[in-house]
């Protein structure tokens, strides 16, 4: 599976962007995915993520009510909805993709491909 993110960029505090992650390759819909997003000097760190079969998501708690990741699997896109940005969202942001033989992952490590990331700048 090959990961393309996009749809970041440069916004005032109280926006809103879109990142969409589209796939390439077979079984998209038997991926969980999640979003990630890193600062410099951090850790990678977990965002949201939605199981292969879609009604399940997750968020991290500082996003929860401001955030929302949804999937097309028609489309073999997920997606990332970020409203009320605040300068603390201000990051890296990475899609990536875990085969669903095993649950929902919520670290770096549980996930198997990764996408290049886009930044997403907020600003004060």
């Known amino acids: 599976v090959q990961l393309q993110a996009s749809g970041g960029g440069l916004v005032q505090t109280g926006d809103s962007l879109r990142l969409s992650c589209a796939a390439s390759?077979?079984?998209?819909?038997?991926?969980?995915l999640g979003w990630f997003r890193q600062t410099p000097g951090k850790e990678r760190e977990f965002v949201a993520g939605?199981?292969?079969?879609?009604?399940?998501?997750y968020y991290t708690e500082a996003v929860k009510g401001r955030f929302a990741i949804s999937r097309d699997n028609a489309k073999n896109t997920v997606y990332l909805q970020m409203n009320s940005l605040k300068p603390e969202d201000t990051a890296v942001y990475y899609c990536?993709?875990?085969?669903?033989?095993?649950?929902?992952?919520?670290?770096?490590?549980?996930?198997?491909?990764w996408g290049q990331g886009t930044q997403v700048t907020v600003s004060s």
């Open positions: 990536a993709a875990r085969r669903g033989l095993y649950g929902l992952g919520f670290k770096v490590d549980e996930y198997d491909y």
């Open positions: 390759g077979q079984a998209f819909s038997s991926y969980h």
């Open positions: 939605i199981s292969w079969s879609g009604p399940s998501t």
